[in-house]
């Protein structure tokens, strides 16, 4: 069964940056194929996809958001990280890290709330 | 705006038949990328329901289909539930965004 759960601060102050993590257990990157992306979701709208890094280490993210995240993984650990710098008010919403097989997302996290406000 | 068109809402009566579309581009369903569904219930993270066209996930049932046509794809659900109400996102990648996912707006379903 893969589970997988993120975690980091529920609130950042604008300008400052966000690190979430996401733990995961039930799969490990040595198997081809195998990714954790990370989503997220403002109040009240719809998901939005930040990025991914697979397997081989290979990392794809949202060009609007490319030079603002970096994505890694620790698979000693079970781990992958999302930074996010210079965060905003309207980069508020609930966070969400999913194993992907392929091109989709299989499981997916509870999701992580996050504020920015002063 | 997504690249991925969604209508922002369906309804239908309980035992009926809706359908969902998802307008995309020759840059990402038309390229022959994979169109996978999404269903988010109130409250809950998104759950898959449909993958690489037409399939689906142990446990999600046959009333539940998909399909796909040129640039756009469609998601059906048959004998509407009233469990079915939740909110639905189709989601594929493109080619003008650096093979980037890409998810659509999201449709919200009401059953009447």
């Known amino acids: 069964q893969i589970t997988l759960k993120e975690s980091g601060p529920t609130l950042v102050k604008p300008t400052q940056t966000l690190t979430l993590t996401c733990t995961f257990s039930g799969f490990s990157f040595s198997s081809s194929g195998v990714g954790v992306g990370w989503i997220r979701q403002p109040p009240g709208k719809a998901l939005e996809w930040l990025g991914i890094i697979y397997w081989d280490d290979d990392e794809r993210y949202s060009p609007s958001l490319k030079t603002r995240l970096t994505i890694t993984k620790d698979t000693s650990k079970n781990q992958v990280v999302l930074t996010m710098t210079n965060m905003d008010p309207v980069d508020t919403g609930t966070y969400y890290c999913?194993?992907?097989?392929?091109?989709?997302?299989?499981?997916w996290g509870q999701g992580t709330l996050v504020t920015v406000s002063s | 705006q997504s690249v991925l068109t969604q209508p922002p809402s369906v309804s239908g009566a309980p035992g009926q038949r809706v359908t969902i579309s998802c307008t995309g581009s020759s840059s990402n369903i038309g390229a022959g990328y994979d169109v996978n569904w999404y269903q988010q219930l109130p409250g809950a993270a998104p759950k898959l329901l449909i993958y690489d066209y037409n399939n689906r996930p142990s446990g999600v049932p046959d009333r539940f289909s998909a399909s796909k046509s040129g640039t756009s794809a469609s998601l059906a659900i048959t004998g509407l539930q009233a469990e079915d109400e939740a909110d639905y996102y189709c989601q594929s990648y493109d080619s003008t965004l650096s093979e980037s996912g890409v998810f659509g707006g999201g449709t919200r379903l009401t059953v009447l």
């Open positions: 999913a194993h992907s097989w392929m091109t989709y997302f299989d499981s």
